[in-house]
């Protein structure tokens, strides 16, 4: 059993930071860690034994673009909901593995693929994608 900890605003962990975005709500005050960003030993990253990646896409006709959003799920708890930015294709996936290597989730070479860093660590690796409109981002 993991020790329960004070978060105070200068410790803040980055589930907490991210809870508070994808939730609207304020951070808690205390983390159990098995919720968070760094558990265990400090600074070291969670083990990760499920990767989900659900990738919402829209095209802007008028202008021709395609945007995207991109869902992450770690074990089976999302712990983050990026932007919509700009990107086709499975841009999605890109864009969240650049999120999980800058939080320090993954520690991978710069184009060393999801799918790839799952296989060769043993972590389930499911992602989808959507189109749809807009407000569905």
């Known amino acids: 059993m993991l020790k329960e900890i004070t978060i105070t605003k200068e410790t803040h962990c980055n589930h907490c930071q991210d809870y508070d975005e994808i939730k609207g709500d304020n951070p808690p ?11 265990g030993t400090e600074g070291q990253p969670p ?3 499920s ?4 990738g919402r896409k829209w095209f802007d ?22 932007p919509m930015e700009y990107g086709y294709g499975e841009q999605y996936l890109e864009t969240a ?5 800058a939080k320090e989730y993954i520690i991978t070479e710069e184009y060393t693929p999801l799918w790839r860093y799952c296989r ?9 994608e959507f189109s749809g409109r807009k407000k569905d981002l």
């Not at 205390?30 to 558990?39: A, G, L, P």
């Not at 990767?51 to 659900?54: A, E, G, N, S």
């Not at 060769?120 to 989808?128: A, L």
């Open 51 to 54: 990767l989900t990646i659900i």
């Open 47 to 49: 083990a990760i034994q």
């Open 61 to 82: 006709g008028v202008n021709g673009n395609t945007y995207h959003t991109s869902q992450i799920i770690v074990n089976g708890e999302t712990i983050h909901k990026t």
């Open 97 to 101: 593995r650049q999120y999980l290597v």
């Open 29 to 39: 005050t205390t983390c159990n860690r098995q919720r968070c960003t760094f558990y």
């Open 120 to 128: 060769e660590n043993n972590i389930k690796f499911e992602y989808m």
